[in-house]
């Protein structure tokens, strides 16, 4: 099941799945909020158009405020919420904890048992999201960003009965 078909709204922020329209405005998010490590066109024109990869889009008022962007590999049951962004002026809002639950339900969508993610150390606010929505931290990369900050790993188990983490 395609993201495209999941909505979730929070407020007046409405979550849909992105498609090839949106990539002029994925784009201009990334540069505002990511600067230094902003994906490029092409990097985003890939993800809007795989067979694995969920790309969702939270807008205000008709206007982009927020991505995130799931990816789920074939002969796993993971997924790694390999990216999620707010606009700084919605930081604070919901938008964060609405597009994390929008990939929550994209990860299940695909029947994925599990999802992980990677986290700036310095990233306090995304940190918090993260923990309140559930997640654990299990692990720490060393110079993972640009800036030589290390990431902090965080998964979260999301379906069925089974305790044991995937490894």
């Not at 990511?34 to 889009?57: E, G, H, N």
């Not at 002026?89 to 695909?110: F, H, M, Q």
Request: net charge positive; charged share 30%; glycine share 8%.
């Amino acid at each position: 099941m395609r993201a495209t078909s999941l909505k979730r709204s929070h407020s007046e922020v409405d979550v849909r799945g992105g498609g090839a329209d949106d990539l002029d405005g994925l784009v201009a998010l990334e540069q505002v909020v990511f600067a230094a490590d902003a994906m490029t066109r092409r990097s985003l024109k890939r993800f809007l158009a795989s067979q694995t990869a969920d790309v969702l889009i939270a807008e205000f008022a008709g206007e982009i405020v927020g991505c995130a962007i799931v990816l789920s590999h074939p002969k796993t049951s993971l997924a790694r919420l390999y990216s999620i962004a707010v606009l700084a002026d919605y930081a604070g809002a919901g938008v964060g904890p609405v597009l994390l639950a929008a990939a929550e339900d994209a990860a299940r969508a695909r029947g994925r048992n599990e999802i992980r993610l990677e986290v700036h150390e310095n990233n306090e606010r995304a940190i918090s999201c993260y923990r309140k929505s559930g997640y654990d931290e299990f692990g720490r990369l060393c110079g993972y960003y640009r800036d030589f900050g290390d990431a902090l790993r965080f998964r979260k188990r999301l379906l069925g009965s089974d305790t044991r983490w995937q490894t």
